[in-house]
């Protein structure tokens, strides 16, 4: 048991990051730059321009051509939007198939780290106390998990399949993009 709690505590904390993970700047000019959390370069940022990294390059993108910033993920909105928001730029809304995958995702999250603090912590006391070494990790995570999911916007049953779909849809459709992107950017080094 020690050792699905450590295990659920490690994969939990691992996420692999989507296209719908990106930040996407939609630029005046009809330009989509969609660019990563760690492309992103803040420390390397101006007042006037937002620089990212791609490819070993660093590219610069002056504020006041970009026309408004568009998240997909509320997890980038929330490690990004404060710094986004100092260049005065029109950050849109997030779709409520956005918001209501996300929250319901940490709840869920939360929720399972709930099941393992509650084992760890049923073992330590009644099994061997060497458990309450690890009993903390799933307690700490389903405490600060439950924090962050928005129970307004979490759904079930039918309606979280709803959202599921419209997600892996959503995810599609940018992976699409992205390829479709990075076959005209070779066609166009090629000619």
């Known amino acids: 048991m020690p050792i699905a709690v450590i295990t659920q505590a490690i994969v939990s904390a691992i996420s692999i990051p989507t296209e719908a993970d990106n930040i996407n700047l939609h630029m005046k000019n009809g330009d989509l730059i969609s660019i990563t959390k760690?492309?992103?370069?803040?420390?390397?940022s101006t007042p006037t321009e937002i620089v990212y990294k791609?490819?070993?390059?660093?590219?610069k993108i002056p504020a006041h051509e970009i026309d408004y910033v568009r998240y997909e993920s509320l997890d980038t909105y929330d490690k990004t939007a404060d710094f986004i928001e100092e260049y005065n730029l029109m950050i849109q809304e997030l779709d409520g198939h956005v918001l209501e995958y996300y929250n319901t995702k940490r709840y869920k999250k939360s929720r399972t780290s709930q099941t393992f603090a509650v084992s760890g912590w049923t073992l330590a006391v009644t099994v061997n106390p060497l458990f309450?070494?690890?009993?903390?990790i799933p307690t700490t995570q389903a405490i600060l998990t439950m924090k962050?999911?928005?129970?307004?916007?979490?759904?079930?049953?039918?309606?979280?399949?709803?959202?599921?779909?419209?997600?892996?849809?959503?995810?599609?459709?940018?992976?699409e993009k992205v390829k479709m992107d990075k076959e005209m950017e070779m066609l166009a080094q090629k000619g």
């Open 38 to 44: 760690a492309e992103l370069k803040q420390k390397k």
């Open 54 to 59: 791609r490819k070993k390059k660093y590219h």
């Open 132 to 136: 309450c070494a690890v009993a903390p």
């Open 148 to 175: 962050t999911a928005d129970k307004t916007h979490v759904v079930s049953g039918k309606d979280w399949k709803a959202v599921k779909k419209a997600q892996k849809a959503k995810i599609k459709q940018l992976k």
